[in-house]
Nanobody, 128 residues
Framework: QAQLKESGGGLVQPGGSLRLSCRGS????????IAWFRQAPGKEREGVSC????????KYADSVKGRFIISRDNSMNSAYLQMNGLKPDDTGVYYC?????????????????????WGQGTQVTISA
């Protein structure tokens, strides 16, 4: 059964960095686009970034542009989210998601309904 599993969350001070990993099994990352979402307590799930399987092109939410970098390594069946300049507002549970051709020019790529496969999430807390 194809699965996604996130890791790398933790507690970081404002201004710090974290690198999240999303490991896929069952071939789920072979041809699918990958996205990262986050959900803060009491708030809706928010799309953070996505990356296409075809050419590695990426999209970012305005709130993380210039601070976060998404990448993927198909040989490792993994995707990553490098988060720099972290702020308290970045706190939440971070999820990776995958689906076919979602992070393309003709798609939004950062809406949760576009993705059918999800991981369980990893907690990120930014606090002094």
């Amino acid at each position: 059964q194809a699965q996604l599993k996130e890791s790398g969350g933790g507690l970081v001070q404002p201004g710090g960095s974290l690198r999240l990993s999303c490991r896929g099994s069952g071939g789920i990352l072979d041809y699918n686009d990958i996205a990262w979402f986050r959900q803060a307590p009491g708030k809706e799930r928010e799309g953070v970034s996505c990356i296409a399987s075809s050419d590695g092109s990426a999209k970012y939410a305005d709130s993380v542009k210039g601070r976060f970098i998404i990448s993927r390594d198909n040989s490792m069946n993994s995707a990553y989210l490098q988060m720099n300049g972290l702020k308290p507002d970045d706190t939440g549970v971070y999820y990776c998601a995958a689906d076919f051709m979602t992070c393309r020019e003709n798609r939004n790529g950062l809406e949760s309904h576009e993705y059918r496969s999800w991981g369980q999430g990893t907690q990120v807390t930014i606090s002094a």
